[in-house]
């Protein structure tokens, strides 16, 4: 069984930084792209950044491009976001996924997903 589970979310003030973490069981994460999204009350669910299989290639959105950092440890089969210089407009639900497509790109097909983890944004 697929399991997908954040952490890290949290109140932080405007400015303030998170680190979230999205620890996957029962499947390798080595050789697959996974991402990011989140998704603010009212609105659709965007995608915020993925990290390739392809030589760790990475993607932003530009609403969060050069303050989100992505990045994967296969060993311990774990994904994470860094966030740094939030802002209000961050604040959403955030998921993590896997795309079960061997050695894709990024945006492709994401078929497992955690159960979010919240990040509020707000002095």
């Known amino acids: 069984q697929v399991r997908l589970v954040e952490s890290g979310g949290g109140l932080v003030q405007p400015g303030g930084s998170l680190r979230l973490s999205c620890a996957v069981s029962?499947?390798?994460?080595?050789?697959?792209?996974i991402g990011w999204f989140r998704q603010a009350p009212g609105k659709e669910r965007e995608g915020v950044s993925c990290i390739s299989a392809v030589e760790g290639n990475t993607d932003y959105s530009d609403s969060v491009k050069g303050r989100f950092t992505i990045s994967r440890d296969n060993t311990r089969n774990t994904v994470y976001l860094q966030m740094n210089s939030l802002k209000p407009e961050d604040t959403a639900v955030y998921y993590c996924?896997?795309?079960?497509?061997?050695?894709?790109?990024?945006?492709?097909?994401?078929?497992?997903w955690g159960q979010g983890t919240q990040v509020t944004v707000s002095s």
């Open positions: 996924a896997i795309d079960p497509t061997y050695g894709s790109k990024c945006w492709g097909r994401y078929d497992y």
């Open positions: 029962g499947f390798s994460l080595d050789g697959y792209t």
